[in-house]
């Protein structure tokens, strides 16, 4: 059996990574022992992972680093059905094509994180829908199901909440999630001698009846951990944005958007945000913290955080536009800027508007600019035009160029033939595209 680190689940400890676990001091010997195959995972609910689903990923890359070979599971069969676990709702039932598609995409994004070749200690990816999907229903049953009691089912929180909660009920199909994943981890317990199954906190249930359905039909033990689930020192849902939840898509959010969220973290929350998402050690980030606490001014570690976070998702290129960006929007100065870091803007929902002859036409900048929503009234164009406070890509425009509009916007002075990026005072940005 390969050397591992004893250390881990001390260190998972330390930084706040386990919510529960199963035969604490056990698992802790158990995994010191040696190599041991453990999984996580991951419902093809939509087309991408979101930060979410980032810290238990992680947790499956700290294990691998600590020489557990580690399986994620995508799951293309419990996909088609939907977990209920806390869910206020019946989830809508996407058609097998599409959780099939979502499958290869989730199975393309966790391989970002764990390692399939150059170490002893190899990762895999599977799909449930390998055994759920050949197994018929009296199989399930009378393989399955007789292991599992309807009490305990029943009694579960998250089972309970639902048949509380006044005209929501749970469907027989959501009530049935328990015992596939149950299946998922017996089958890899038989399959690839899985003894550690790892989720979010709100699996625990879940997990506990794989455990004993390993138990039961394979003779085996077998053991669970749970990762918190992140919330926000002030209440407010961990990775929502305005525009929706932050998802591991580049397409879906870009590395600049990425970035920014890091940047944005509360002073409450960022040292628990780097000791969940960076792989910076534990002594670092004290450090990190002790001396923010002395300096004046900002603190470092957002910008720890969002350097470490999005190196980690996006890789150096990604963080390389995202910090080219950040600092072009700070400073107004645009020479760095790449066609591909604009298309990146738009994507992101910066304030934009199409710009054609029509839309200038006889329209001075202040009608311009206050009518795409950069102020509330022309006059504060004015104010800021008066003031030199206005930068058409990165150039000062004046009081004098208002009624120049078409001049200002001339083809021959568009980024990339293409983009106009307005800048009106310290914090108002629009892109406007030439069509």
């Not at 977990?83 to 290869?104: H, Y």
């Not at 053991?223 to 990775?239: C, E, N, Q, R, Y």
């Not at 470092?300 to 990604?318: I, W």
């Not at 298309?343 to 054609?356: K, R, V």
Request: net charge negative.
């Amino acid at each position: 059996m390969s050397t591992v680190d004893g250390n881990l689940i001390q260190e998972l400890r330390e930084r706040g990574l386990i919510a529960q676990m199963t035969g604490e001091d056990e698992l802790e010997a158990y995994l010191a022992e040696g190599s041991r195959t453990l999984y996580c995972g991951f419902d093809p609910t939509a087309d991408s992972l979101h930060l979410g689903h980032l810290v238990p990923l992680l947790v499956l890359t700290r294990f691998q680093n600590a020489g557990h070979n580690p399986i994620a599971l995508v799951g293309g069969a419990t996909g088609l059905i939907g977990d209920p676990s806390f869910k206020a709702a019946e989830r809508q039932l996407s058609t097998p094509d599409i959780v099939a598609g979502w499958a290869d995409k989730i199975r393309s994004q966790v391989s970002q994180f764990i390692k399939f070749e150059g170490v002893n200690n190899p990762a895999r990816v599977v799909n449930n829908l390998e055994w759920a999907g050949e197994m018929n229903v009296l199989d399930f049953l009378r393989d399955v199901g007789k292991h599992f009691s309807i009490n305990n089912m029943i009694n579960k929180e998250s089972v309970q909440q639902r048949l509380q909660r006044e005209g929501s009920g749970i469907s027989f199909t959501e009530f049935s999630y328990a015992l596939l994943q149950g299946m998922d981890f017996a089958e890899l317990n038989r399959r690839y001698d899985c003894t550690l199954q790892v989720g979010g906190s709100d699996q625990w249930g879940n997990i506990v009846g794989g455990i004993d359905l390993a138990r039961r039909q394979n003779k085996a033990q077998t053991f669970g951990l749970t990762v918190p689930l992140i919330t926000k020192a002030d209440g407010a849902k961990f990775g929502k944005t305005e525009s929706g939840a932050v998802w591991l898509d580049p397409q879906k959010t870009s590395p600049y958007s990425f970035y920014q969220f890091w940047l944005g973290t509360a002073d409450a929350d960022v040292y628990k945000f780097l000791h969940y998402f960076t792989f910076l050690s534990v002594e670092e980030i004290a450090k990190i913290q002790a001396e923010d606490v002395v300096a004046e001014g900002r603190p470092q570690a957002q910008g720890v955080l969002a350097r470490e976070a999005t190196r980690l998702v996006h890789g150096e290129e990604g963080l390389a536009a995202a910090q080219r960006i950040t600092e072009a929007m700070f400073s107004g100065s645009l020479a760095e800027l790449g066609e591909t870091d604009l298309e990146q803007l738009a994507q992101d929902g910066l304030p934009s508007s199409e710009l054609t002859d029509e839309v200038m036409a006889d329209k001075p900048l202040t009608g311009l600019l206050s009518e795409c929503g950069m102020a509330k009234a022309s006059r504060e164009v004015k104010d800021a035009l008066g003031r030199n406070a206005v930068l058409i890509n990165g150039e000062t425009v004046g009081m004098e160029d208002n009624m120049r509009t078409a001049e200002c916007f001339a083809a021959e002075k568009a980024l990339f033939g293409r983009f106009f990026l307005v800048k009106l005072g310290k914090k108002k940005n629009h892109l406007f595209e030439l069509k």
